[in-house]
C-alpha cells in the first residue's frame, strides 16, 4: 500500500535547473574484499549484499542492537585491479574510522579485508548535464541506485534533488574530474537535501531506525533477507503498524543543523522531531530532512531548536511513503 505525504504549509519549494561536478570531500569509502566479503556485509547491513549485481548499488544502514543507525552507505560491487569482486561503502567521512572499527570486530574468522580506501579513490557528485555528459551517448538505465562501469569509473544514479538528475562517480585517485562546471559542495549538499534522502552523520549518531529517515521508502532495507543487527527492531516497527515517525522536508530562515530538536505548538517543551541534515537554500533560508512524530505533521506551528524558536514549515516529500511491504 502506497501513502501520500502529509499535506505541508503553502511554501513555494524551488525547483532548479542546475549543471555542473562536485567533489565530496565530505565522503569517505571502506573497501570489503575476500571470499566472504558478501556473506559478512550480508549479515551486517540492512540491505541484501549478496544479491547485489554489478549493473546496481545498494543504499544500506549499519544499526546496532536496538536498530538505531550507526551509518549509511551507497554500497556497490567492483572489480580490484586484478580481476577479483570487491565492495565499496560509500558514507560520511566523519563516521568513517568509527564505523570501520565496529564493522571489523565482526569479522571474527571470515575471509574479508575492510580498510579505510578513502585515499585510494575521488568521489564527484554529478547534476544535471554533467550526468548525461558522461555516457556520451551510451545507453543506460536510469532507475534510482542502477550503476553503470565505464573502464575504471562507477557511476550510480541517485534520486534528483529539487527536481535535476543526479549520479555519484566514484574512480582511482588521480582520474581526472568528469567534465562539467565546479559546483559548490554546498549547493550538492542542498541537492541531496531537496531528494529527501538524510546520510547519517556524526550529529544524528544512533538517533533513528530506519523507517524514521524513509529508508523503507527509498529502496535502504530489505525485509526480504537474513540477520543483522537491530534487523528484530526493524521489522517490528515496520509490520506491527508502530511507524509513529518519519522523515520530512522542510524549511526555516534560521540556520539549522542536524541533530537539533524540532517542536510542536501543543507541546514547546518536549521535542516532537529532530533535524536529520540540513543546507542552505540558494533562494534564501536552509531547507532540511527532519524526522518528527506523525501526528505533528498533520497540522500546527512547528519550530526549530526551542518552543520559542524560529518557525518550520513543511515541503512536499518528492517521493511516497510506503506504509507496508
Not at 502529509?6 to 562536485?22: C, D, E, I, K, R
Not at 568521489?123 to 542502477?146: N, T
Not at 537474513?226 to 526493524?234: D, H, S, T, W
Amino acid at each position: 500500500m502506497i501513502i501520500q505525504p502529509m499535506t505541508p504549509n503553502p511554501l513555494t519549494q524551488p525547483t532548479t535547473t542546475m549543471s555542473g561536478v562536485a567533489e565530496l570531500s565530505d565522503l569517505g569509502v571502506i573497501r570489503a574484499a575476500g571470499a566472504d566479503a558478501a556473506a559478512f556485509l550480508q549479515g551486517q547491513l540492512t540491505q541484501d549484499v549478496a544479491g547485489l549485481g554489478f549493473d546496481e548499488a545498494r543504499l544500506a544502514a549499519f544499526c546496532n542492537a536496538k536498530g538505531r543507525m550507526q551509518a549509511s552507505f551507497v554500497v556497490f560491487k567492483r572489480k580490484d585491479d586484478q580481476g577479483a569482486d570487491e565492495f565499496l561503502l560509500v558514507c560520511s567521512a566523519d563516521l568513517l574510522a568509527q564505523t570501520l572499527k565496529r564493522l571489523s570486530m565482526f569479522v571474527m574468522r571470515a575471509k574479508v579485508k575492510l580498510l579505510d580506501a578513502s585515499a585510494d579513490f575521488v568521489l564527484c557528485g554529478l547534476v544535471g548535464d554533467a550526468v548525461d555528459a558522461i555516457y556520451s551517448g551510451a545507453a543506460r538505465a536510469r532507475g534510482h541506485w542502477a550503476k553503470h562501469d565505464f573502464e575504471r569509473q562507477n557511476i550510480v544514479v541517485l534520486y534528483p534533488g529539487a527536481g535535476s538528475q543526479r549520479a555519484l562517480w566514484c574512480a582511482p585517485a588521480g582520474t581526472p574530474l568528469p567534465a562539467g562546471q565546479a559546483l559548490p559542495v554546498e549547493t550538492w549538499n542542498w541537492l541531496d537535501v531537496q531528494s529527501g534522502i538524510a546520510r547519517v552523520t556524526q550529529g544524528i549518531f544512533e538517533a533513528f531506525v530506519p523507517q524514521m529517515l524513509n529508508y523503507e521508502s527509498v529502496g535502504g532495507v530489505s525485509f526480504k533477507k537474513g540477520c543483522y543487527p537491530g534487523q528484530e527492531v526493524v521489522a517490528r516497527s515496520q509490520f506491527r503498524g508502530t511507524l509513529k515517525r518519519r522523515a520530512y522536508l522542510a524549511r526555516s530562515a534560521a540556520v539549522m543543523h542536524a541533530g537539533q530538536e524540532v517542536f510542536h505548538a501543543s507541546d514547546a517543551e518536549q521535542p516532537c522531531g529532530m533535524v536529520a541534515a540540513t543546507a542552505a537554500s540558494p533562494t534564501g533560508g536552509f531547507d532540511a530532512v527532519v524526522s518528527m512524530q506523525t501526528t505533528a505533521a498533520l497540522g500546527g506551528a512547528l519550530t526549530v531548536g526551542a518552543g520559542t524558536g524560529p518557525e518550520l514549515s513543511l515541503l512536499p516529500l518528492p517521493y511516497p511513503l510506503l506504509e507496508d511491504i
